[in-house]
T-cell receptor, first 111, second 114 residues
Framework: GEDVEQSLFLSVREGDSSVINCTYT??????LYWYKQEPGAGLQLLTY?????DMKQDQRLTVLLNKKDKHLSLRIADTQTGDSAIYFC???????????FGTGTRLTVIP | GAGVSQSPSNKVTEKGKDVELRCDPI?????LYWYRQSLGQGLEFLIY????????KSGLPSDRFSAERTGGSVSTLTIQRTQQEDSAVYLC???FGQGSGELFFGEGSRLTVL
């Protein structure tokens, strides 16, 4: 993930909001994604945003995209213990076959 | 099967031995990816297969790594003469095709090289 950067850890109290941040470097990215990895499981797509949008909301999830700063965030409202997982930011680039993933942010929700 | 299946789930081997990791993608998915997940390193792209096209091997870290996909379905990732730095979780994913951002991942094969 040299192109996509995330902080490694985040702890929040149950019921609070969580904000997971990501920075990317390629301005030609077409889509940006958030994947969730629960312990012992594979990654699952949580949500995505097209590069010409600046916000997307899906129930408790809000994705914000600042193209000028190449910054993507995922806000989880009313965080629950079941939200504890590793969250990966990923970008797709024009002409590339694969997704470029960040290092992942391990979210720990404290009861 | 309903999801991407990988085997073995855990593999412990001695340095210098060869290992094979298997991935059975979701039926009908034409694209198949291998990634490597190391502690604190995120996901590292290894190789991509799309239908009958030549694979994109641009992510393979050395010539000790190779992969094949037989009949457009099952894929095998082979690591020859394993080294300790090969220890990681190897993740396979499949999707409907290139450009589809929803990759469906297996649970991974955890490789430990002693």
């Amino acid at each position: 993930g040299e192109d996509v950067e995330q902080s490694l850890f985040l702890s929040v109290r149950e019921g609070d909001s969580s904000v997971i941040n990501c920075t990317y470097t390629d301005s030609s990215s077409t889509y940006l994604y958030w994947y969730k990895q629960e312990p012992g499981a594979g990654l699952q797509l949580l949500t995505y945003i097209f590069s010409n949008m600046d916000m997307k909301q899906d129930q408790r999830l809000t994705v914000l995209l600042n193209k000028k700063d190449k910054h993507l965030s995922l806000r989880i409202a009313d965080t629950q213990t079941g939200d504890s997982a590793i969250y990966f930011c990923a970008e797709s680039k024009t002409g590339a076959n694969n997704l470029f993933f960040g290092t992942g942010t391990r979210l720990t929700v404290i009861p | 099967g309903a999801g991407v299946s990988q085997s073995p789930s855990n593999k412990v081997t001695e340095k210098g031995k060869d290992v094979e990791l298997r991935c059975d993608p979701i039926s009908g998915h034409t694209a198949l990816y291998w990634y490597r997940q190391s502690l604190g390193q995120g996901l590292e792209f290894l190789i991509y297969f799309q239908g009958n096209s030549a694979p994109d091997k641009s992510g393979l870290p050395s010539d000790r790594f190779s992969a094949e996909r037989t009949g457009g379905s099952v894929s095998t990732l082979t690591i020859q003469r394993t080294q300790q730095e090969d220890s990681a979780v190897y993740l396979c994913a499949s999707s409907f095709g290139q450009g589809s951002g929803e990759l469906f991942f297996g649970e991974g094969s955890r490789l430990t090289v002693l």
